[in-house]
């Protein structure tokens, strides 16, 4: 099974940066769609963003252009860069595992927790 590690998360002023890692245990990282979700306090889990093997992304649209997801293969780990952040950005941040080729293999972190606030 795949284990997931999430790091970067914090406190940053609004306009503010953060960068969130995942580092996934996958031997077969390359194969998975990474994706970023989040959840704020009674709100449900919603997607961020998320990339695919082939390196396609997509985009919540309360995040596009100021949010970028990317990977590292070779490293096992996906980010998040999270520039212009606003207070609407606060939740706990969840990285998600998804095989592309077993719909029923895959995981989630722990949650790291983003704090927008002046």
């Known amino acids: 099974q795949v284990q997931l590690v999430e790091s970067g998360g914090g406190l940053v002023q609004p306009g503010g940066s953060l960068r969130l890692s995942c580092a996934a245990s996958?031997?077969?990282?390359?194969?998975?769609?990474m994706g970023w979700y989040r959840q704020a306090p009674g709100k449900q889990r919603a997607l961020v963003a998320r990339i695919t093997s082939r390196d396609t992304t997509n985009y919540a649209d309360s995040v596009k252009g100021r949010f970028t997801i990317s990977r590292n293969n070779a490293k096992n780990t996906v980010y998040l860069q999270m520039n212009s952040l606003k207070p609407e950005d606060t939740a706990v941040y969840y990285c998600?595992?998804?095989?592309?080729?077993?719909?029923?293999?895959?995981?989630w972190g722990q949650g790291t927790q983003v704090t927008v606030s002046s």
């Open positions: 996958t031997d077969i990282f390359s194969t998975y769609t």
């Open positions: 998600n595992a998804q095989s592309e080729f077993n719909i029923g293999v895959g995981a």
